[in-house]
């Protein structure tokens, strides 16, 4: 026991005298950059757009504002079983274990030894004796972190694991956009497939009567053979608009980790396109930014890069380490626990250095040009935020100004085609000009539909790009900086 504090009381005495020189790290010091972000959008309020604050609540979970509780159900249902966003979380979890492994480097470790052996000599070489040895006994070992690159590696997983937290954000905001993307794309062909087959019926009509007046003489065969092609041609868009509606269907079971075909039973009942709401408030860009967890992801892996460089500046540097050991060692197994058995070891060692042909320095530059490319690519990411969303806004704006002419447009086409078939039946007009009214009527319609389709897909978009779909972390900000347009 003597022996053993002595051995405590030298090591508390290195560890006084070398650790405070030992506080500050090498390397650079992380400063989250400064990004100017413009005041507004360039894309003015229009639409049903006004540039109010977001609701944070509300854009966390912002298909909610379609009112359709199945497309709820299924984001849901997405959010618990998509592969991806399994695979991300394991992603976080992979992430928090190397940090541990990181931060395990601070302490010192401790190992617990034992063994027993017997040996005999060579008589040919020794006296042919026979011996035994018994021992037992604790190693001890800390590398002490005077520059600090163990504390910079700790810093790298620490921003790492953030990163990674953002990253499954980021997993959870596509998903969500991909489920209501997918979801309306399903009920627009569905609409489709409707309208279709809506016109189909009325042309099967016009058919069967243009047929019975020629068979009374009324008419010439022409017009059966015209209404005949007509009907036949939208007859043959009902395959293409059927598979593009398997497709959806078969694109929605996978994101919700499901083998296609297990979501058809649930969905075949056809309904209306969800409607977007009348206004949609998005704020201002440098809020975007801050919300964004991909931009977020960007930042915290410059942040980790930063770190790396003193983690390689550490290596240029001696490294000092305290080991020790006490234990128990003995002849004999009966008078190992004996006092006389008492075995101990202990002292510092220092390495450093002294040539590796550039090695060192070579490393240190490949982690500066990597902190280089990190930046780059936070810059990137805050430059396609700021693009994504001034390209949704855009695009919802200007859809809603294209639906409004279809909706005059289809209700002239249908008053139009009523005229045209009135007239013919008169016989003040030729059957090409119902042909032609129908067919603008279908297109109309079927134009419309994709309309309605489009613009709630456009809005599914720019919630997306607004960031909407997680909760923020409490704290958690970028050093976004407005500037004028």
């Known amino acids: 026991m003597i022996h053993l504090n002595r051995f405590f009381n030298h090591l508390i005495l290195l560890l006084i005298t070398i650790l405070p020189g030992g506080c500050a790290a090498v390397g650079p010091d992380y400063i989250s950059p400064d990004v100017p972000a413009p005041v507004s959008w360039h894309t003015g309020p229009a639409g049903g757009i006004n540039a109010e604050n977001t609701d944070a609540r509300m854009l966390a979970h912002w298909w909610t504002t379609l009112n ?14 998509n592969l991806s966003l399994k695979e991300a979380r394991a992603r976080v979890r992979e992430a928090r274990a190397r940090r541990g492994i990181s931060r395990a480097s601070l302490f010192p470790a401790l190992d617990i030894s034992g063994s027993a052996g017997k040996s005999r000599s060579s008589e040919n070489s020794g ?89 009374a003489g009324l008419s010439d065969e022409l017009a059966v053979q015209q209404a005949r092609y007509n009907m036949e041609s939208t007859r043959s ?37 969800p409607v977007a709401p009348a206004e949609v408030a998005v704020g201002v860009p440098a809020e975007t930014l801050r919300r964004r967890p991909d931009v977020r992801q960007a930042e915290r892996s410059l942040a980790a890069q930063t770190a790396r460089i003193g983690e390689a500046v550490a290596d240029l540097y001696p490294k000092f380490r305290l080991s020790g050991s006490i234990g128990l060692e003995s002849l004999s197994s009966g008078s190992l626990l004996s006092g006389d058995s008492h075995t101990y070891s202990f002292g510092p060692a220092i390495s450093w250095p002294i040539f590796d042909a550039g090695a060192i320095r070579n490393n240190i530059a490949v982690q500066s040009a990597l902190q280089e490319q990190a930046l780059i690519q936070y810059q990137s990411a805050v430059l396609n935020a700021l693009e994504e969303v001034e390209n949704a806004l855009v695009a919802y704006a200007e859809e809603q100004l294209r639906r409004t002419s279809l909706q005059k447009a289809t209700r002239a086409a249908k008053k139009a085609a009523d005229l045209a078939g009135n007239k013919y039946m008169a016989g003040l007009i030729d ?44 704290g958690a900000q970028n050093n976004i900086t407005t500037t004028g347009n």
């Open 68 to 81: 359709d509780p199945i497309l709820s159900g299924l984001i849901g249902e997405a959010v618990a079983e």
């Open 237 to 273: 868009q009902l395959p293409t608009l059927r598979t593009g509606l398997e497709e959806a269907l078969n694109r929605l079971a996978v994101l919700l980790g499901e083998q296609p075909g297990t979501v058809h039973d649930r969905l075949k009942m056809r309904r209306a396109i």
């Open 431 to 474: 059957f090409s000009e119902v042909l032609d009214a129908q067919r603008s009527l279908l297109s109309f319609q079927d134009d419309l539909a994709q309309s309605d389709g489009a613009i709630t897909a456009n809005l599914i978009t720019l919630y997306k790009a607004l960031g909407g779909g997680w909760t923020s972390l409490a």
């Open 127 to 215: 006296s042919g004796s026979e011996s035994e040895l018994y021992s037992t006994g604790f190693d001890a070992g800390w590398e002490l972190d005077i520059f600090g690159g163990v504390r910079r590696a700790v810093e790298a997983a620490d921003a790492d694991l953030q990163a990674s937290r953002a990253d499954l954000q980021d997993v959870r905001v596509s998903i969500a956009a991909e489920v209501a993307l997918n979801y309306v794309e399903m009920r627009t062909y569905q609409t489709r497939l409707t309208v279709a087959e809506a016109n189909l019926s009325a042309q099967k009509e016009t058919y069967e009567l243009t047929r019975s007046r020629y068979e």
